[in-house]
Structure formats: C-alpha cells, structure tokens
C-alpha cells in the first residue's frame, strides 16, 4: 500500500537528517518505527504525509506517487500526532464533525462517533472546548478524529503519551480491528514492549538511517542475537552493548 523508495531528506536541502530510507507497508499490518529522539522518526512521517519535500527518493501509495496525487492520498490517510494540534473555539463535537466534512464521511459517521466517544469515556465531554482538556483528553481526540475516519492507512507518532491504562487499551483494541479490516498502520513509539506486542515488523533507525528492519527474527539474525527482545535490540542499535 505504502512504499518508501531510497528517501533522503530533511529540513534543508544542504542539512538532510534522513538517508536511503527504504520500506514497504502492506494492507493489514501494522510496522513499528522505533528509533532514540533525534533519529529520524518524525521526519520519516513529515516526508510521508507531504509536510516536507524528499532530498531525492519517492514515496509511493498504492503504486502513485503522493507528491503528484496529493488529493487522493489525504482522502485515505489520517494521522495522529504526538503533539495535539487542536482549534480553540471548536468543541470536541465539532472537531468530529468537521473532520466528518473534510473526509465527506457518509451518514453512518455519527453512529461510529458515539461508539467511540462511549469508548473513549469522552461523550460527557463532547461540549468541552480545548482549554479545558487535559494532556490526555487533547490526545483523545486527535485519536477520536483519526478513527471516525476509518482510513487506509494510518500514521501514528507517540500515541499513548498521556493516555490513561484504559484509553492505552481502547485505542490499542481499535488499531487491531483496523489492521483486520486492511488499514495499514506504521506507529512510531518508544513504549517498545508494547509494539513488541502489536507490530508485524519493525524498523529500527540511528542517525537517520535503517540499521534494522524486519520481524524479530528476522532483526535477530542481522544483529546477531538469538531470542533477543525488541528492547535488547533497540539497546544494541543504540549502544552497541550486547544484553
């Protein structure tokens, strides 16, 4: 669905931050994208979603290029942020609805918003502004938003930063429905025992470069580790220190 073709970029043409990035996503499965703060997570995902312009490289989906098919990628992506990015004088309500518009859901939407504002503990809260939210009540609904539309492809950065135990297990239970249904999802956390857990396969990155890739065998072999965890890999890519 998604494909990532030697991509090389960054924030200025003489200063790129990502080198030779290289991968596919398929319908159905959900890739972890782990790396340490700094290592080219975040602009991997600016590039994917057209927030910057590739150095070289392409980025494809569903065999087009997103740089010369911009609309008809946006109307199957959705992205959830790791910083809440909200408007000040909409309700949470109308953050639905708006996206409910910008999407042109059909008119089955508003019964998938009450199923997740129950989900979520938020349909007490569906007339509250921003100001008055929380860390976590913010982040549920840029989550929130990005479910109701029930895209093909999903991009999420750092999702469970602030998120109570049982918001953690509500939005992780709607990423597996998702991936059964054929979303694609590439998550980008640092909470490594849980996409351990969850992802298929896994890209591990250093200084904006693919040091690891696969599932975890398959990143055992290359690593040289047998039966090593996600988190003694991440320590080895990272450190060089065997467990």
């Not at 490289?57 to 992506?77: A, W």
């Not at 690593?223 to 220190?241: I, M, N, P």
């Amino acid at each position: 669905m998604l494909e990532i073709q030697n991509l090389t970029g960054g924030y200025a043409p003489q200063h790129p931050v990502i080198f030779d990035i290289d991968f596919r996503l398929e319908s159905g499965e959900m890739v972890g994208l782990i790396g340490l703060n700094g290592a080219g997570k975040s602009t991997t995902i600016k590039h994917i979603l057209g927030y910057l312009q590739p150095h070289s490289g392409s980025i494809l989906f569903r065999g087009k290029s997103t740089e010369k098919d911009p609309t008809h990628f946006r109307r199957e992506v959705a992205y959830i942020a790791e910083t809440p990015y909200l408007y000040p004088e909409l309700t949470l309500e109308e953050h639905l609805e708006l996206t409910a518009m910008a999407y042109n859901l059909d008119a089955g939407w508003r019964d998938r918003m009450e199923e997740l504002l129950e989900e979520f503990q938020m349909t007490k809260r569906r007339r509250w502004y921003p100001g008055t939210f929380s860390k976590g009540m913010r982040q549920k609904v840029m989550i929130l938003c990005a479910l109701l539309v029930r895209p093909s492809l999903l991009i999420v950065d750092e999702p469970f930063v602030g998120l109570d135990p049982l918001a953690t297990h509500s939005l992780l239970e709607q990423l597996t429905a998702m991936k059964r249904e054929g979303c694609a999802i590439l998550l980008s956390t640092h909470v490594l025992a849980t996409a351990e857990k969850h992802a298929d396969r896994f890209i591990l990155l250093k200084e904006g470069r693919i040091v690891l890739s696969g599932n975890l065998d398959d990143m055992r072999k290359q690593a040289g580790l047998s039966g090593a965890s996600l988190d003694e890999l991440f320590v080895f890519t990272a450190k060089g220190e065997r467990p």
